[in-house]
């Protein structure tokens, strides 16, 4: 069977690669290897959501936490781009997680944590934000749980950003996060992609 990325050790042999970012004015490199996410190139969905959070007007300042940050194109970005805020990047694949510590050295980033967690397992903070490209390959155990107890991991009038695609599950994603949190917006629909938004009222 294939490895997959959210696997913890993966074993595939070594295939580096640089892919790159640019975005509102940041451009961003990074080194990837088999056994990861999205090796071949930044996945769009997470462009969409970088787009869309950095477009918000009301985005959060403080601590943030890029939840399942593979090589960490979504949480260098957003510490590059909020150079104020300290930006926590967990992931349950060691390998994405020794890339993404040398991509932050390459990239000149150190307003980051990064270290290793399934879903919230090693997070003690609670942060003014959120991020998620949940892993849908590891089945709706865990994206839910990504979602759902992002609730007990938030500040008051803090914010999760998630983004799904509309036949992958962005439809019961929104669900929960209403259920969870009592409120939920589409912030934006780009190429099939659902970027979402809730925000855990004081």
């Known amino acids: 069977m294939e490895e997959q990325y959210f696997t913890q050790a993966p074993t595939s042999e070594h295939h580096y690669q640089e892919v790159s970012l640019d975005l509102n004015d940041v451009h961003l ?41 593979g090589y960490g194109p979504m949480g260098l970005y957003l510490a590059k781009t909020f150079p104020d805020h300290l930006v926590h990047m967990v992931d349950v694949n060691e390998r994405s997680l020794q890339l993404a510590k040398e991509n932050a050295k390459t990239n000149q980033i150190d307003n980051i944590k990064i270290y290793e967690s399934s879903c919230y397992d090693n997070v003690e903070e609670k942060f003014a934000g959120i991020a998620t490209n949940p892993p849908i390959r590891a089945g709706k155990t865990i994206v839910s749980t990504m979602l759902k107890d992002a609730f007990d991991h938030l500040v008051p009038g803090g914010q999760l950003w998630a983004v799904l695609q509309k036949k992958q599950g962005a439809p019961s994603a929104k669900k929960l996060m209403q259920a969870t949190f009592g409120n939920v ?18």
Do not use: P
């Open 29 to 69: 490199t990074f080194k990837t290897d088999n056994g990861v996410f999205s090796k071949n190139r930044i996945d769009y969905g997470s462009l969409a959501l970088l787009k869309a959070i950095t477009k918000s007007a009301d985005f959060v300042s403080g601590i943030l936490l890029d939840l399942g940050t």
């Open 185 to 202: 917006k589409v912030v934006a629909k780009d190429k099939g992609y659902y970027i979402l938004q809730s925000v855990k009222e004081a």
